[in-house]
């Protein structure tokens, strides 16, 4: 079994700032990407940035987010995180961490359980 903890949401006036952080913990042999995607009401989930956990450490964004939204990882612990600057209306969602990777022989594949992020004035 594999936990995905997030934290970080909150209330935020345009312009503002917040950090998420997700940490991976359980029967995870490896991890090849850990991203953010978030789903607003009514819409569907999206994508908002990737990472890969391999050396490389290749991102990904959408690009509603680039230039606003930086992803980081710390691999020793298993932690990926998602700065985000600039923040307007429009990035109101709950925002969901997303793992995938290999436990034990298999492959995995999980979600975390969506922190909110509300922004308004």
């Known amino acids: 079994q594999v936990q995905l903890v997030e934290s970080g949401g909150g209330l935020v006036q345009p312009g503002g700032s917040l950090r998420l952080s997700c940490a991976a913990s359980?029967?995870?042999?490896?991890?090849?990407?850990m991203g953010w995607y978030r789903q607003a009401p009514g819409k569907e989930r999206e994508l908002v940035a990737t990472?890969?956990?391999?050396?490389?450490?290749?991102?990904n964004y959408a690009n509603s987010v680039k230039g606003r939204f930086t992803i980081s990882r710390d691999n020793a612990k298993n932690t990926v995180y998602l700065q985000m600057n600039n923040l307007k209306p429009e990035d109101t969602a709950v925002y969901y961490c997303?793992?995938?990777?290999?436990?034990?022989?298999?492959?995995?594949?999980?979600w975390g359980q969506g922190t909110q992020v509300t922004v308004s004035s």
């Open positions: 997303h793992l995938l990777g290999v436990g034990g022989s298999s492959p995995i594949d999980y």
């Open positions: 359980g029967s995870i042999l490896s991890i090849n990407v």
């Open positions: 990472i890969t956990i391999t050396n490389s450490g290749r991102t």
